[in-house]
């Protein structure tokens, strides 16, 4: 099965990063997940992506294999995009490939979400008027603190 | 990072995100006695840079997020982790 995690300066798209299927996969899910041009009443124009890299890979690569044991699902691939965004842009994908639906649906939620809740990737706003603001996210759930 | 005569350690934290613009290179250094750990790392940078981080400060060190009794190493890859917004 050909798959790929990690991070991408390039752009991306369902169509290059779904996964493979053998005769045993009943079920392929690919989602993207796209910029776009409005957040909390402001029109946004871009995105700015910046990542913790080497982290980023791993932990990348540790969602990937948590789906793996935690669902029926015999692949998957998982590629989140950094740098400079427009809207449209592709910014993450995620497919699976499972014997049955519901693992699939399953597998690529946990998928998804997990990237949103762990990957150390951070995103800025950028504006019609240029201005640009960093976006609040999800605080560490391990972290420390005094 | 390196250890400086027998009694002081460098550790370079990295900042990201919202924290980049905090220092030139999105960098700080501080020097650290040996068996400090990352609350007292937490400390020293609040003492740093007063007002410009938040109080409950994220580490990752080594790539993994850290607690605040873990001891740090002079070889250790340090990074601040702010609330992470991917997707």
């Known amino acids: 099965m050909n798959t790929q995690v990690g991070l991408s300066d390039a752009p991306i798209s369902a169509a290059d990063l779904r996964v493979g299927a053998g005769p045993a996969v009943g079920a392929v899910l690919t989602f993207e997940g796209r910029v776009r041009n409005h957040n909390e009443g402001r029109q946004v124009v871009r995105l700015h992506y910046d990542a913790y890299r080497q982290m980023a890979e791993e932990v990348l690569r540790d969602i990937e294999r948590r789906t793996r044991e935690a669902y029926e699902v015999s692949s998957v691939s998982l590629v989140h995009r950094v740098g400079t965004l427009s809207v449209g842009e592709v910014a993450v994908v995620v497919s699976v490939a499972a014997a049955h639906r519901s693992a699939a649906f399953d597998g690529a939620r946990f998928a998804i979400e997990t990237v949103k809740a762990e990957l150390p990737v951070w995103k800025q706003e950028e504006y019609e008027d240029g201005s640009r603001r960093w976006l609040g996210g999800n605080p560490a759930a391990t972290g420390s603190s005094e | ?87």
């Open chain 2, 1 to 87: 990072m390196t250890t400086i005569g027998t009694d002081r350690m460098q550790l370079q934290v990295q900042l990201f995100g919202s924290y980049r613009d905090i220092a030139p290179g999105s960098s700080l250094s501080l020097e650290m006695p040996p068996g400090a750990t990352v609350a007292d790392l937490v400390r020293c940078l609040h003492d740093k840079v007063p007002g410009k981080l938040p109080p409950n400060l994220a580490v990752a060190v080594n790539r993994r997020h850290a607690r605040a009794e873990q001891v740090l190493e002079p070889s250790d890859e340090v990074a601040l982790i702010p609330a992470v917004a991917g997707g």
